[in-house]
């Protein structure tokens, strides 16, 4: 999470948000008063009066073949946790394993792992709910909102975003020089890459991960 007292950036993982916080403390002029990495939302956040709070969120199919290929070169605490559980073997770079990969983190949970990190970090009251209820200072309980910036998209979203925050606006049009560091440090992944073929099944409704991160693909419906 980065803290920058009217602005508040939630860093989910696997979204951009190592480029983005460097981004932020970069250019957005503003002193930053909190910073630690996946860190999650607090209330003293979310009923601070005066706050933009945002999270950067990632187009599903996607997220997981990123945390694959991160897992795929020995790296991140997935990989540790899946390994510890007796379960290395689920690493090959084939789509096959890919599906294993999924079943492995998920293992039969209702919710899939990006919505349940994503419920977390951001202090959700229930998945896919970008609002909740804070109190006013003794008044009544009214509800306060974190926005969505798609990864994919993040120059527009961060542009729209940005002309609510007086000062800002200029964000919006430094973004596109620096939006292609967003992945400067992704992974090899023994060089694997999805199909086609498999990234559209998964994306379905009736796929892999229609049901598990469905609240995710319904932020996504949105912008349609």
Do not use: C
Request: proline residues 5%.
């Amino acid at each position: 999470m980065l803290d920058l007292g009217r602005v508040v950036y939630v860093d989910a993982q696997k979204t951009g948000s190592t480029f983005l916080t460097e981004f932020l403390v970069r250019y957005a002029g503003l002193p930053v008063l909190f910073q630690r990495k996946h860190s999650p939302l607090t209330a003293e956040i979310w009923e601070r009066p005066d706050v933009t709070v945002f999270m950067t969120i990632r187009e599903p199919a996607a997220y997981y073949e990123s945390l694959f290929r991160f897992g795929l070169d020995g790296m991140g605490n997935i990989a540790a946790a899946l390994r510890a559980r007796g379960l290395a073997h689920v690493y090959e770079p084939d789509e096959q394993h890919f599906r294993a990969f999924i079943g492995a983190v998920n293992d039969g949970r209702r919710w899939g792992l990006m919505t349940r990190r994503l419920t977390t970090i951001a202090s959700l009251e229930r998945p896919g709910q970008l609002t909740r209820r804070v109190s006013t200072g003794g008044g009544p309980r009214r509800r306060r909102r974190i926005h969505a910036v798609r990864m994919e998209h993040m120059a527009t979203d961060l542009a729209n975003l940005a002309e609510q925050w007086e000062g800002f606006s200029r964000l919006g049009a430094l973004i596109p020089t620096a939006e292609p560091s967003i992945n400067r440090n992704a992974s090899s992944g023994r060089g694997f890459r999805l199909s086609d073929a498999a990234r559209a099944e998964l994306r379905s409704s009736d796929g892999p991960l229609g049901d598990l991160e469905r609240p995710v693909f319904d932020l996504y419906a949105r912008w349609s």
